[in-house]
């Protein structure tokens, strides 16, 4: 009995290791792989799904779910029920669905975004009136930003003696396209150790 254990054990192990050596392939390497074909075409759809791909990511998990052992299909089938809710821009769904996973929901600051998003991005297969207040409250979004950088530009040239308007739109504009160059950069890094993070979950 005590043997058995120790070869599940290692099973697992060996499982985990080969889940994180997956996750560092390129997706041509993952469409290749066919020892372990549910777990490669599960993080396919999962990347597919960050890209906010739901039919990608949908027709990856579809496949994992048919080449999948029974024993491993209901973990499969979580994954991608995670994996197309953040796709399709359904922050409570993906709450719900990280949690049935066994893993840390997204905190409020990140569904939040994730809302956002769906009303700026609809994803596909929504209204006409959803993708047309998409794109009138992301041109307000930018005006609004270039008014603020606008307006800083203007109070930092005071002490100078002030700047004319068109120095200071364009000033402005500058201004703004460095802060979100910047914000862009820490997002990615934290998105890769989320993705890290995720990985080892997954192991």
């Known amino acids: 009995m005590a043997q058995k254990a120790r070869q599940v054990k290692l099973s697992q192990k060996s499982a985990a290791n080969e889940m994180q050596a997956l996750e560092q392939r390129s997706d041509e390497e993952l469409e290749r792989e066919t020892k ?36 491993e299909r209901m973990q499969v089938r979580r994954m991608a029920d995670a994996s197309l809710a953040l796709a399709e821009r359904r922050p409570d769904d993906l709450k719900a669905a990280v949690e049935r996973l066994g893993q840390e929901a997204p905190s409020n600051r990140q569904l939040l975004l994730l809302r956002l998003t769906g009303v700026l991005s609809p994803p596909p297969g929504s209204s006409v009136w959803r993708k047309i207040r998409g794109i009138v409250i992301g041109l307000l979004l930018v005006v609004g930003l270039l008014a603020i950088g606008f307006g800083v530009v203007m109070l930092i040239s005071l002490p100078f003696g002030g700047v004319a308007v068109g120095p200071a739109i364009v000033g402005g504009a500058i201004l703004v396209a460095v802060v979100l160059g910047i914000l862009v950069l820490v997002g990615r890094r934290r998105q890769g150790k989320a993705r890290a993070a995720a990985a080892a979950n997954r192991g």
């Open 36 to 71: 372990y074909k549910s777990a490669a075409l599960s993080i396919l759809g999962a990347r597919a799904a960050e890209r906010y791909d739901a039919t990608a990511a949908r027709e990856y998990f579809r496949r994992a779910i048919a080449a999948s052992r029974p024993q």
